[in-house]
């Protein structure tokens, strides 16, 4: 199997749930149903989290007593511990301006004219299974596309026995590649549609090509450097690339060892050129592991936040552009959404509100897109964002059926989902959808518990509803009961702000009312020591 990312599904392992978005998702559902009204998408990172230092007032809504009849009010009792949160804040931005400063492996904002070449593996243990060169190359000519000002001149496929040796490919073929390469017009890069190659054989490629040489690694490196938002999306893509700068620095030693004759100390220092650099590569990424492992705790401050909420979350995964964000979009009626069509279109989580059949409130997660032959390196680097998905109630799988990988695209989603140690009730309860089933006709799938829609048209909608509220009372472990209630006492507004209201019966003669609600089993437990005497009748 080959490693495989989920875009955000390059969907980028943290400890954190659902984050800012989460915890303003959750506010707005606090509401009853009828005020509600879609929220704006925001990023699950930690820049909300300075909403948490806002001072709450003691019950009554009263002001504490004045320090010496003349302290400020109560917005500025905890004013030096804000002052010394606010220089420590002051202090982090400083620290992750200057790891977020311009990266030596950016490709850079020009325009390119391209040649995408794919090293198709005809026979041998690496021969891919699930899919053929044509594919292969389609995905890699998706993935230029997706770049501003970047054209394709020539797509070539070029057989190899073994991808994994200096120059990809035979002498033979090398030497037809190389003077096809070389009849383009103002050709200005080679894409080399493998995972990565090595800083050695990227010089030799580039020496005899006379154009710069990207493989997949650094094509969707750059991707993610352009639709890339929020500070955690930008330090997960400064870790990725110190696997390169590494390897880059090998070379360039290697080459200064040439031209001098061998390594060279620096004056006064004791380290050679080589240990001066890899240390500080090395404190490099420690600050960034830092930096994200302080976003993380924010995170879980907010976590904490919607946990005792407790709205269901619902994480939204698959390939990327396979439609997740459009799904989402149907399920939530939010207005502000904008599905785009290419690739990695979304690289942040966001979260947004929603309401299943029965009114419960829920929040639906965003994530980043998967893409397949990704290396090791950078799966690790974005995984931070897909460990979200552990903390979630129940997955919504969404494929695209019309895609001729959809296979092959399913087995890398479920790949990587398994290497993420989530829950085993989380992969079994799983719902899959086969979307875009308007572009196929009297399309039924043959897949067992897989349901079809058409998250653009609206088709199966319904039934995806139904289906997660069934999943989503069982993960949760939540009630629907009857409860009757006397009309003049406070059961009846305790249940509106505690649990999910869905049906009140009225009856006027004894003054009350028979109340379904679907209620937490927390609040369940609460209600019955708070009215020890109502009746209750579970559904």
């Known amino acids: 199997m080959r490693s495989a990312l989920l875009s955000s599904s390059l969907l980028l392992r943290c400890r954190g749930a659902v984050a800012a978005a989460a915890a303003a998702a959750a506010a707005a559902l606090s509401a009853p149903a009828a005020c509600c ?20 007032r003691p019950p009554g809504g009263q002001e504490p007593p004045r ?63 699930l899919t053929t060169a044509e594919l292969q190359i389609a995905e890699a000519v998706a993935l230029v596309n997706t770049l501003q000002n970047w054209t394709i001149l020539d797509k070539i496929i070029i057989p190899t026995k073994n991808p994994d040796k200096k120059f990809i490919f035979g002498k033979g073929n090398f030497q037809v590649l190389t003077e096809k390469i070389k009849k ?39 991707i993610f450097r352009c639709n890339a938002r929020t500070k955690e999306a930008k330090l997960q893509i400064a870790l990725a690339e110190i696997p390169l700068l590494r390897s880059n620095l090998k070379n360039e030693v290697s080459q200064l060892d040439q031209q001098r004759g061998g390594s060279r100390y ?25 930096a994200l492992e302080k976003l993380r705790r924010k995170r879980s401050i907010l976590r904490n936040q919607r946990k005792r ?20 979009k149907a399920l939530t009626g939010e207005v502000g959404l904008q ?3 290419q690739l990695f279109a979304t690289l942040d989580i966001t979260a947004h509100a929603g ?11 965003d994530t980043i897109g998967f893409l397949s032959d990704l290396p090791h390196n950078l799966v690790e680097s974005f995984s931070a964002t897909l460990e979200e998905v552990a903390y979630s109630d129940l997955i919504v799988h969404v494929r695209d059926i019309t895609h001729p990988e959809t296979i092959l695209q399913k087995a890398s989603v479920l790949s990587v989902l398994k290497n993420l140690n989530l829950p085993s009730h989380l992969l079994e309860s799983m719902v899959e959808v086969h979307n875009k089933v308007d572009l196929i006709d009297r399309y039924k799938p043959t897949e067992e518990n897989s349901l079809a829609i058409s998250a653009l048209c609206g088709h199966g909608l319904e039934q995806l509803k139904e289906e997660i509220e069934k999943r989503i009372l069982k993960a ?27 049906e009140v019966e009225v009856t006027p003669e004894d003054g009350t009312a028979d109340v379904k609600v679907i209620i937490s089993n927390s609040a369940f437990g609460r209600y019955k020591k708070l009215f020890p005497n109502s009746k209750l009748f579970i559904s």
């Open 184 to 222: 383009l017009p103002h050709l200005t890069a080679v894409f080399l549609n493998v995972e990565r190659i090595s800083s050695l054989t990227k010089k030799e490629l580039e020496d005899a090509w006379g154009v710069k040489v990207f493989d997949r690694y650094t094509v969707v490196l750059h």
């Open 339 to 341: 599905p785009k069509d």
């Open 37 to 56: 009204r879609p929220l704006p998408a925001r990023p699950l990172g930690a820049a909300a989290s300075a909403r948490l230092w806002a001072p709450v």
């Open 355 to 365: 309401y299943l059949p029965s009114h419960m409130p829920v929040i639906y997660v």
């Open 476 to 502: 949760t472990g939540k009630k629907i009961l009857t409860v009757k209630v006397s009309l003049d006492g406070p059961q009846l507004s305790w249940l509106y702000k505690q649990a999910t209201v869905q």
């Open 67 to 129: 320090a010496g009849g003349g302290g400020e009010p109560w917005e500025g009792v905890a004013s030096a511990g804000q002052e010394e949160e606010e220089e420590e804040e002051d202090e982090d931005e400083a620290e992750l301006e200057e790891l977020l400063g311009p990266s030596p492996l950016a490709v850079g904002p020009g325009a390119q004219r391209v040649a995408v070449v794919h090293p198709a593996v005809k026979w041998g243990p690496k021969k891919p299974q």
């Open 266 to 290: 620096i004056m006064g220092s004791g380290e050679t050129f080589m240990e001066t650099q890899n240390r500080l590569l090395k404190e490099k990424e420690l600050k960034i592991r830092n």
């Open 309 to 328: 909420r407790e709205f269901p979350i619902i994480s939204v995964m698959g390939y990327t552009n396979c439609g997740k964000t459009t799904l989402i």
